[in-house]
């Protein structure tokens, strides 16, 4: 497609409970970034795929959250027993192969996470 | 790490007046990207304008313009005629030069608020 995709829109768990989160980049594009932006607004990078190989995983909390891009599937977050703190909107963003010096990261509409 | 950081939570402008964003970044890299993104309501994430660490021209696009200042590790916004369409939260980001799949850093974002 032309736009990322993320579904679901909204999420709503009961504390420790599993949430998983889904995204479709951009047809072509061969890199994938999770960001989470925490009811402050402040964003946080999580994890950035190139094609379906893990590149930077420095922002993952590892214990609890884990991700993956397969080949012919959407890409997915997945927080296993989820906490208070991990209500958020997580957003996807893809972008190409970069044919010049830059590459522009497009970005989905979010998946609004609410942990109860 | 890099951090950056944006000192104004809130900003108010007159319609039609001139705003100016403020943004400061810290990296020991020589090459890098800046970029604002712009996040109304809807959440949807929105590149107002990017800059190149190597040029040294500010980028303009648009009502839009930069102050880069790369000594000073400054990238501020420059909004001319500002119009009620461009309420709405502004952040500040930086990506390493590396490669095609670096996250990107954000600053906790500026408030833009529209006076008719």
């Known amino acids: 497609g032309e736009e990322v995709a993320q579904t679901p829109k909204h999420l709503v768990r009961g504390e420790g409970q599993k949430a998983k989160l889904y995204c479709a980049p951009i047809?072509?594009?061969?890199?994938v970034f999770w960001y989470q932006q925490v009811l402050k607004n402040e964003f946080k990078f999580l994890i950035s795929?190139?094609?379906?190989?893990?590149?930077?995983e420095t922002g993952m909390p590892k214990e609890r959250f884990s991700a993956k891009c397969l080949p012919n599937s959407p890409c997915s977050l997945e927080i296993q027993a989820t906490k208070l703190e991990d209500s958020a909107v997580y957003f996807c963003?893809?972008?190409?192969?970069?044919?010049?010096?830059?590459?522009?990261?497009?970005f989905g509409p979010g998946t609004r996470l609410t942990v109860l | 790490a890099q951090t950056v950081t944006q000192s104004q939570p809130e900003m108010s402008v007159q319609e039609a007046e001139t705003v100016t964003l403020s943004c400061t970044y810290d990296?020991?890299?020589?090459?890098?990207?800046l970029f604002w993104y712009k996040q109304p309501p809807s959440r949807q994430m929105i590149l107002v304008i990017r800059?190149?660490?190597?040029?040294?021209q500010n980028a303009t696009e648009n009502r839009f313009s930069v102050n880069f200042q790369k000594a000073a590790k400054s990238f501020s916004l420059k909004i001319s005629d500002s119009q009620l369409g461009d309420a709405a939260m502004y952040f500040c980001?930086?990506?390493?030069?590396?490669?095609?799949?670096?996250?990107?850093?954000f600053g906790k974002g500026t408030h833009l608020i529209i006076q008719p």
């Open positions: 963003a893809s972008s190409q192969v970069p044919s010049g010096p830059y590459n522009e990261q497009f």
């Open positions: 047809k072509g594009h061969s890199y």
């Open positions: 795929f190139q094609n379906e190989n893990v590149f930077d």
């Open positions: 990296t020991s890299e020589s090459d890098y990207y």
């Open positions: 800059q190149e660490a190597y040029k040294q």
């Open positions: 980001a930086y990506r390493s030069e590396g490669g095609g799949a670096d996250g990107l850093t």
